[in-house]
């Protein structure tokens, strides 16, 4: 079945580490983007892609940084600069050609400073 | 810049009753709007994908309706059940300038159907 992965499900960082979660899909979609969701807000989005070796900034892309290397992957890392990493992180994906089409989401990563 | 406000934050009902979650937008200029439900810890699950050309979508108990002019969706359910119980986030699909198939968020109504 078609789908989206995120991993892991669960990621615990150490102040001043690096971390990286996994996102990869087998939808043959276009786009794919990294939004955070923090309680009692809506989801923000970090970075998104529309072609591969190529991405844009979101509206909190500070402290983030991503790479698309192949269609299917969208790894995001959260850097030492993120001073509020704890959150559920969630990827998603999306056609673009035609701009109708909807999103379809993973089920997500949360991660968690110790 | 558009914003997507949901209305009411949090929602109690008994098992059996039909039940209407509000979604508004401040920009009319959209491609489609989307409604997804949230279960605790979970990802988000694609519920309706209205298109900016429909007024409505069906799927089962679920209806959502979209007036562009107005700036409003709503997501109806019919006959609520227990599993029916999680998060509900529209989300609206803005026509920017500079491209990206952006999807701009509500801060979702959360809905506890009860027996």
């Known amino acids: 079945d078609g789908g989206i992965t995120q991993s892991p499900k669960y990621l615990f960082r150490k102040e001043g580490q690096n971390v990286t979660l996994s996102c990869e899909q087998n939808l043959n979609h276009d786009a794919m983007y990294w939004y955070r969701q923090d309680p009692g807000q809506g989801l923000r989005l970090i970075y998104y892609s529309q072609i591969v070796n190529d991405f844009q900034k979101g509206d909190i892309a500070e402290g983030y940084s991503v790479s698309r290397e192949k269609k299917e992957s969208f790894p995001l890392t959260v850097t030492s600069a993120q001073k509020n990493p704890t959150a559920f992180y969630l990827c998603a994906s999306s056609m673009i050609r035609t701009r109708g089409h909807g999103y379809t989401f993973g089920s997500g990563t949360r991660l968690t400073v110790v | 810049k558009q914003e997507v406000t949901q209305i009411p934050a949090a929602l109690s009902v008994p098992e059996g009753e039909n039940l209407v979650l509000n979604c508004s937008f401040t920009d009319s200029a959209i491609y489609n709007l989307q409604w997804f439900r949230q279960d605790p810890g979970k990802g988000l699950t694609s519920l309706l994908l209205?298109?900016?050309?429909?007024r409505e979508q069906t799927s089962g108990r679920l209806n959502a309706s979209l007036d562009k002019s107005s700036g409003r969706s709503t997501l109806y359910i019919a006959a609520s059940q227990p599993g029916d119980s999680a998060t509900y986030l529209c989300a609206s699909n803005p026509i920017l300038t500079g491209g990206g198939n952006k999807l701009t968020f509500g801060t979702g109504t959360q809905l506890k159907v009860e027996l």
């Open positions: 209205i298109q900016s050309s429909q």
